[in-house]
């Protein structure tokens, strides 16, 4: 109940209109809860980076809570099943572009439709928003996220040398244009 009345409050405190409508959405015949992310889904969203980046967190507590109270345009949605978080998407609008910041899934609920679901959902969020494209970071060396990218429509535009903090791993730069 608490953990309700806080999401509340921090909806009227920061003035929010709510982005995203919960919904009821079924993989591979099981019903999971898609909905916004709050601050009081630190924790959770923390433990799925852990278990995605085999321990690393490439978002800190802070930078999320920055995000969510960002000024700018943004939805970061959470893919529930019964009251625990397997997968988040964030996405933040710069002028004309849907920045994909995040997608995480955990690995027993990867290849399900769930971070295909999510993309499409910040891509409805991007040209309600008048995106005119939307772009992502992600490591060279992750084949299967290219591909899935790819099957979502987006391109390669460029090799980013050194991206990543911990490893300096490259990164592709990938783009895909949102015509109508």
């Known amino acids: 109940m608490w953990k309700k009345s806080k999401n509340f409050i921090f909806s ?42 085999e321990g690393d967190l490439p978002w800190t507590r802070s930078i999320f ?5 960002s000024k700018k345009p943004h939805l970061y949605l959470g893919v529930f099943d019964k009251r625990q978080l397997v997968a ?27 971070a295909s679901f999510l993309l499409g959902e910040v891509e409805k ?17 992750n084949l299967d996220a290219q591909r899935l990218y790819r099957k979502f429509g987006f391109i390669s535009r460029r090799r980013l040398p050194r991206y990543y903090d911990k490893n300096h791993e ?11």
């Open 65 to 69: 809570l920055s995000e969510l109270y």
């Open 170 to 180: 490259d990164a592709l730069e990938m783009v895909k244009m949102l015509d109508d």
């Open 125 to 141: 969020f991007a040209r309600k928003n008048v995106c005119m494209q939307m772009s992502l970071e992600v490591r060279v060396t």
């Open 12 to 53: 009227f405190i920061t003035r929010r209109k709510r982005k995203y409508h919960a919904k009821l959405v079924r993989f591979n015949a099981l019903d999971y809860l898609v909905r916004e992310i709050f601050p009081t889904d630190m924790k959770e969203l923390l433990r799925i980076e852990r278990v995605v980046y």
């Open 88 to 114: 988040f998407i964030g996405m933040r609008v710069d002028i004309y572009d849907g920045h994909v910041t995040n997608l995480a899934v955990l690995p027993q609920y990867q290849k399900q439709g769930i």
